[in-house]
């Protein structure tokens, strides 16, 4: 199988459910649990992809703090390669704090550190050599490195014959398109959500979004729709919606995107269709989504094969521009 790099955001997850309200100020509320994780687009589609079995390496900055300590070993227990992790004593490891409510879906309080410091010329270029897919995961919250510096990164890539893919996280700053517009060219593939992909874009309509993309340069579009599946743009002449596995009552959403991410990059490592990859990445994503943590659900390519065997295949709807 192919190797992924998978380029970006990293934090320690502390994730507390349920989470329905803050309390007042002054005030004590008792919740149901606590945990701590690896979290971060680039940290998560990384450990999900080893646990799918494809050969996975990760470039990211930590700090020199027990929280990179325990992303560090967290990911080499998982099987990633992290040679291309950056210890870094000026800045702290990246931390969230994930607050699931009762329906599983979560919001995050961020303390940006350690990700928003990682540099492109820090990126070891040797590693990335050794790789056929460059997945930069967290754009937006990669504040020295979102932009230019990206998209020289990425251009030079693509040059060497290298895949490049990218998924955003929600921008913090609010500048959404500036941040990442000139990295935008430099991309065979964008997998965004449709609530990132609609601020980006200024669109609503999932054909519009894909348009835009597609002006701004980029090769191929998929912009996720959560429990709706995905919108599946591999050219401008070719889109079609896959519907994903309803059956599951979320017990967390935190990674749900990273891991469709993952299982998508999987699939085309694999050398499957882009259909093929997308039902693959629906599949794992709805693994993800049955644990608490970003990873925690994710089992072996084996086991979400045999997933997909022993239920309906999704119906594809292809659609118009």
């Given at each position: 199988?192919?190797?992924?790099?998978?380029?970006?955001?990293?934090?320690?997850?502390?994730?507390?459910?349920?989470?329905?309200?803050?309390?007042?100020?002054?005030?004590?509320?008792?919740?149901?649990?606590?945990?701590?994780?690896?979290?971060?687009?680039?940290?998560n589609a990384a450990i999900d992809l080893a646990r799918l079995g494809a050969p996975a390496?990760?470039?990211?900055?930590?700090?020199?703090?027990?929280?990179?300590?325990?992303?560090?070993?967290?990911?080499?227990?998982?099987?990633?390669?992290?040679?291309?992790?950056?210890?870094?004593?000026?800045?702290?490891?990246?931390?969230?704090?994930?607050?699931?409510?009762?329906e599983g879906e979560r919001s995050f309080l961020y303390c940006p550190g350690s990700t928003?410091?990682?540099?492109?010329?820090?990126?070891?270029?040797?590693?990335?050599?050794?790789?056929?897919?460059?997945?930069?995961?967290?754009?937006?919250?990669?504040?020295?490195?979102?932009?230019?510096?990206?998209?020289?990164?990425?251009?030079?890539?693509?040059?060497?014959?290298?895949?490049?893919?990218?998924?955003?996280?929600?921008?913090?700053?609010?500048?959404?398109?500036?941040?990442?517009?000139?990295?935008?060219?430099?991309?065979?593939?964008?997998?965004?959500?449709?609530?990132?992909?609609?601020?980006?874009?200024?669109?609503?309509?999932?054909?519009?979004?894909?348009?835009?993309?597609?002006?701004?340069?980029?090769?191929?579009?998929?912009?996720?729709?959560?429990?709706?599946?995905?919108?599946?743009?591999?050219?401008?002449?070719?889109?079609?919606?896959?519907?994903?596995?309803?059956?599951?009552?979320?017990?967390?959403?935190?990674?749900?995107?990273?891991?469709?991410?993952?299982?998508?990059?999987?699939?085309?490592?694999?050398?499957?269709?882009?259909?093929?990859?997308?039902?693959?990445?629906?599949?794992?994503?709805?693994?993800?989504?049955?644990?608490?943590?970003?990873?925690?659900?994710?089992?072996?390519?084996?086991?979400?094969?045999?997933?997909?065997?022993?239920?309906?295949?999704?119906?594809?709807?292809?659609?118009?521009?």
């Open positions: 199988m192919k190797k992924i790099c998978c380029i970006g955001s990293v934090t320690t997850d502390i994730i507390l459910s349920p989470v329905d309200a803050l309390p007042a100020p002054g005030m004590l509320q008792k919740i149901g649990s606590a945990s701590t994780h690896v979290g971060g687009c680039a940290s390496l990760l470039c990211c900055k930590v700090g020199k703090d027990n929280f990179g300590d325990f992303v560090l070993r967290t990911c080499e227990e998982a099987g990633v390669d992290t040679r291309g992790v950056i210890r870094d004593g000026s800045v702290s490891t990246t931390i969230s704090a994930v607050c699931v409510n009762s928003s410091a990682l540099r492109a010329g820090e990126i070891p270029r040797g590693l990335l050599e050794e790789c056929d897919f460059i997945f930069v995961g967290g754009a937006m919250l990669l504040t020295a490195f979102d932009g230019a510096p990206c998209g020289e990164l990425l251009r030079d890539m693509r040059e060497r014959g290298k895949f490049t893919a990218m998924d955003t996280a929600c921008d913090f700053d609010g500048v959404w398109l500036p941040k990442i517009r000139e990295a935008l060219p430099g991309l065979d593939l964008f997998m965004p959500s449709y609530d990132e992909a609609a601020r980006l874009s200024g669109e609503t309509k999932l054909s519009k979004i894909a348009d835009f993309f597609f002006d701004c340069g980029v090769g191929q579009v998929i912009v996720k729709i959560g429990s709706d599946g995905a919108y599946f743009a591999p050219s401008r002449e070719e889109r079609f919606l896959l519907p994903t596995y309803r059956e599951v009552r979320p017990v967390d959403t935190t990674g749900a995107g990273d891991s469709f991410c993952a299982g998508f990059l999987c699939g085309l490592a694999l050398g499957w269709s882009f259909e093929e990859a997308g039902r693959l990445a629906n599949a794992v994503g709805t693994h993800c989504i049955q644990a608490v943590g970003a990873s925690a659900g994710i089992p072996s390519l084996e086991a979400v094969l045999a997933y997909m065997k022993h239920h309906p295949k999704l119906e594809r709807k292809d659609v118009s521009k």
